[in-house]
């Protein structure tokens, strides 16, 4: 460790999903000045995308939104959103950290989030939160509990930021929030720890054709499928069809795609949680619509957690089918919009099915920018592209002082993640513990006096 005079009170978090958030409010709370940093405008990460958590169903905002305020509000959070790591110089206990902070192109201190400006622009495109589902405006709030609940521009959509002469969005602001002008900021900060947890991505399914994705409408994703049962979601919750808006009454999951496939994808791994969020959206499917019929193709149903064989079972006494094979193909159905499967039944024969709707169940990756995160930050990545951490060290990189949590060590359930995401901040604290307290704040309450007599 460091000498103390050289030793700096502060933590960074690269990543503001689940795992970053709690390891963040986990290190505030005990007495460490933290950055937050998310290269979006708004925290919350992919669990912010999904309406129920497994094994319990429980609504996953609800668990998350007191989180997210909870951040927003707290003195020793500072929220660097639309910013991302450049590069890391030094040791343990004192880093520098360069970051590069992109312009949102509104001020976060003056906006208000009051929507006159959404309302007024004339740009929309497609909404990559709801997985394109619908459209957004070219000034938009990320998601409706966003934090910080602040507008941003897309310099891609907007026709003032193209070089057009719309300015609409800037005379109709009633705080003068919106600034064009807006530039790149280089900027430096000094922490002791650095934690890394920028999540994952799921798996691009329209490279492998044979699944029919891109190719067929009724053919989509399972965060696809997430959105469209969200009460939030685009569709208000209603399962319907995205080529005729009709309701789904038959609905197929095919489980393993873009995982566990030496042969096409080089990808031997089991993501982890593909099993269990296919079971829960056909519960969830299945109490939208009592008439659906829900089948899950599968190699093998792997439920390791706690409930997580409860919650399997549940599932067959509710109606869903577990088909064990792997279908061979995905073709036009003999209805229009129809999908036809092919497989192999339990009787061993071949045969044709046709289907409403097919969801493919994707398995996670590393996210884009891991190998470049990796590289700025001086650690080393498993063959498959996640960080690098040892068996008795599970959130310890291979650079001292910087750790890793979430699904960038590896695939894991929301729960796991936010496991983790305590241990890395217990590690990252452990070598600060001489400056503990040097960089918080604490709130300040003026001194008590007697007013009886007033």
Not at 278 to 307: E, W
Not at 426 to 451: C, G, H, N
């Amino acid at each position: 460790m460091a000498d103390f005079e050289e030793t700096i009170g502060s933590v960074m978090v690269v990543g503001g999903g689940i795992a970053g958030i709690q390891a963040a409010l986990d290190l505030a709370n005990s007495g460490y000045y933290v950055y937050l940093i998310e290269r979006t405008g708004a925290i919350g990460g992919a669990m912010a995308q999904m309406d129920k958590t497994f094994p319990t169903t429980e609504c996953a905002m609800c668990i998350l939104s007191p989180k997210l305020v909870e951040c927003g509000r707290h003195l020793n959070i500072q929220l660097m959103t639309m910013t991302e790591l450049e590069g890391v110089e030094g040791e343990l206990g004192n880093f520098t950290v360069h970051l590069r902070q992109h312009p949102r192109y509104v001020d976060v201190d003056k906006c208000i989030a009051c929507g006159k400006c959404a309302q007024r622009c004339p740009r929309e495109t497609k909404d990559e939160f709801n997985q394109k589902i619908n459209t957004r405006k070219a000034i938009f709030v990320k998601y409706p509990q966003a934090v910080p609940h602040k507008y941003q521009i897309d310099p891609v959509t907007c026709n003032k930021m193209r070089g057009g002469r719309c300015s609409e969005c800037e005379k109709v602001c009633p705080c003068g929030a919106v600034q064009y002008n807006d530039f790149e900021k280089q900027i430096s900060v000094k922490v002791g720890s650095i934690i890394l947890s920028p999540g994952y991505r799921p798996f691009d399914p329209s490279g492998l054709p044979a699944w029919g994705y891109g190719r067929f409408p009724n053919v989509i994703t399972a965060m696809e499928l997430e959105r469209y049962l969200a009460v939030a979601g685009p569709t208000a919750g209603h399962l319907l069809r995205p080529s005729d808006g009709k309701p789904v009454m038959k609905m197929a999951f095919l489980q393993c795609i873009g995982s566990r496939d030496h042969n096409q994808l080089f990808r031997d791994y089991c993501s982890a949680v593909c099993c269990m969020y296919a079971i829960k959206q056909a519960i969830l499917a299945m109490d939208h619509n009592r008439s659906l019929g829900v089948t899950i193709f599968h190699m093998d149903v792997r439920t390791p957690g706690k409930d997580f064989e409860r919650f399997f079972d549940r599932a067959k006494a509710k109606g869903v089918s577990f088909q064990r094979c792997r279908v061979h193909g995905v073709e036009p159905g003999d209805s229009k919009d129809d999908i036809n499967l092919r497989f192999v039944a339990d009787n061993g024969k071949q045969t044709n099915e046709d289907f409403d709707l097919v969801v493919l169940s994707v398995g996670i990756e590393p996210p884009f920018e891991a190998a470049a995160l990796a590289k700025r930050a001086g650690i080393e990545l498993t063959p498959e592209g996640f960080a690098a951490t040892s068996c008795f060290s599970p959130v310890s990189t291979s650079r001292p002082g910087i750790f890793a949590c979430g699904a960038f060590v590896g695939p894991m359930d929301i729960a796991l993640s936010v496991i983790e995401a305590s241990a890395a901040a217990t590690a990252a604290a452990i070598p600060l513990s001489e400056v503990r307290y040097s960089m918080s704040r604490q709130k300040w309450f003026p001194p008590e006096r007697d007013v009886s007599g007033e």
